[in-house]
């Protein structure tokens, strides 16, 4: 059975750092693509970045040069690693499996069940 | 980063049909998934690629798409799909992703 568990989240000051991790069970998580997606309090879900099986990572601009997404093939689970947080990174955060059908056709068939992020002071 | 623009609400008689769109220029080079979120859960897939059920999903759940614009309809709406509905699609440069506005679909 495939399970995705998220850690790591809490209360943290503006400016502070914090990694998340999302322990993967009934696959390999270096074997797929890996997403994480955010959502504020009371708002919609917004994509923060993905990590090929290759390796290549994308971001999105809102995170770009602070959030670094990694892996540990070891302990098959992946972390997001976020400094210089803010006030409006606050949110749940959830990973996901991206399955890749073919280049037009791919989606995250499954998620975790979330953790929550504030960021205040 | 592309856009991609849903209506925000929609409400559906139960039993009866309801449509949801999602619009944007991405959409006329990749597919749309699209994902049901209720209260204080994680999202679920819905639909993908063509118009693919992922294992579970009842097939009063079905998506299409022409152009900039997928579609997402639930035919005979059940109170149980009363949730929030997202599409999801790369951006313009086909390396980031990026989700809709989101809908909130109501069962009367």
């Known amino acids: 059975e495939v399970q995705l568990v998220e850690s790591g989240g809490g209360l943290i000051q503006p400016g502070g750092s914090l990694r998340l991790s999302c322990a993967a069970s009934g696959f390999t998580v270096s074997s797929n693509y890996m997403t994480w997606v955010r959502q504020a309090p009371g708002k919609g879900l917004e994509w923060v970045s993905v990590?090929?099986?290759?390796?290549?990572?994308y971001y999105a601009d809102s995170v770009k040069g602070r959030f670094t997404i990694s892996r540990d093939n070891s302990k098959n689970t992946l972390y997001l690693q976020m400094n210089s947080l803010r006030a409006e990174d606050t949110a749940v955060y959830y990973c996901a499996r991206e399955n890749v059908d073919t280049a037009m056709v791919w989606y995250f068939d499954y998620w975790g069940q979330g953790t929550l992020v504030t960021v205040s002071s | 980063s592309s856009e991609l623009t849903q209506d925000p609400a929609v409400s559906v008689a139960l039993g009866q049909t309801v449509r949801i769109t999602c619009q944007g220029d991405?959409?006329?080079?990749?597919?749309a998934s699209w994902y049901q979120q209720k209260p204080g859960q994680a999202p679920v897939l819905v639909i993908y690629?063509?118009?693919n059920r992922p294992s579970g999903i009842p097939d009063r759940f079905s998506g299409s798409s022409s152009g900039n614009t997928a579609s997402l309809t639930i035919t005979g709406a059940q109170a149980e799909d009363e949730a929030d509905y997202y599409c999801?699609?790369?951006?313009?440069?086909?390396?980031?992703?990026?989700f809709g506005t989101g809908t909130k679909v109501t069962v009367l």
């Open positions: 690629g063509k118009n």
């Open positions: 990590i090929y099986s290759g390796g290549r990572t």
């Open positions: 999801n699609s790369r951006d313009s440069s086909g390396d980031c992703r990026v």
């Open positions: 991405s959409l006329r080079n990749y597919y």
